[in-house]
């Protein structure tokens, strides 16, 4: 990549592409919502949707046998995915693709599971269920995480910046509703804990943001770009109490 004048997409990919995880979130947290799930070595068919660079993916891959396709928008993304596939000896039946997700490239109900962590908010948690629904097999299972609020009280400084970024924040009650009212059987949620953030998240990413700044010195978007990531941090730090990442986890009715 150039050094000049780089967009806030070109930043977005150079401060994630190399980072293990594109969002909050741990090996950990996945093997924990999959284990809510039934009997594994039934399950062929897997999507993991805005996969990113594929950690979780490749962790389902440690777990089930079948075939895993995970689609990202940025191709960046799914480069590192078919790479480390490849170099994991899965290249055979974990393939990523370049796609989005509200346009989905599978067959009307040939998944047996949907996977999607940190981005079914990017087109809306009740818009996401209920569209990919149509895409699993009856009694395929989805499993996502979406930022919830996690307390009654609602910080209107977090409202603000969830929004202003694209996504709402409802409780988790709220969400539980929404999904069974898609036609899903509920079966599990809970929060991911604090080290999702902070320790698998915000400490590496703030080691590739300062380099942005000595890569790209006084370049305006540069900084602006850096100020917004370290303000979410500021955020967390103050009000993380109050909401969070929260795995999701149905069966199709």
Partial sequence: MENKQPSIIDLLIETHVGLERQGPGSTETTCKALGFLGNLEQISNTADLGCGSGPQTMELARHL??????????????????????KQGVGDRVRGIVGSMDDLPFEEESLDLIWSEGAIDNIGFEKGLAHWRGFLKKGGYLAVTCPSWL??????????????????????????????????????????????WTEKYFVPREAVLEGLLKKYPDDETVEAFVAENRYEVDLYSKYGQHYGYVFYIGQKL
């Fill in 151 to 196: 307390t009654a009280e609602h910080p209107a400084v977090i409202e603000g910046f969830w929004s202003d970024a694209g996504s709402g924040l409802d409780s988790v009650e709220h969400n539980v509703a929404i999904l069974q009212a898609c036609g899903y059987r509920f079966i599990a949620s809970f929060a991911l804990p604090e080290y999702c």
């Fill in 65 to 86: 046998s079948g075939s895993i396709v995970g689609l990202d928008m940025f191709s960046d993304f799914i480069g590192v995915l078919n790479e480390n596939a490849d």
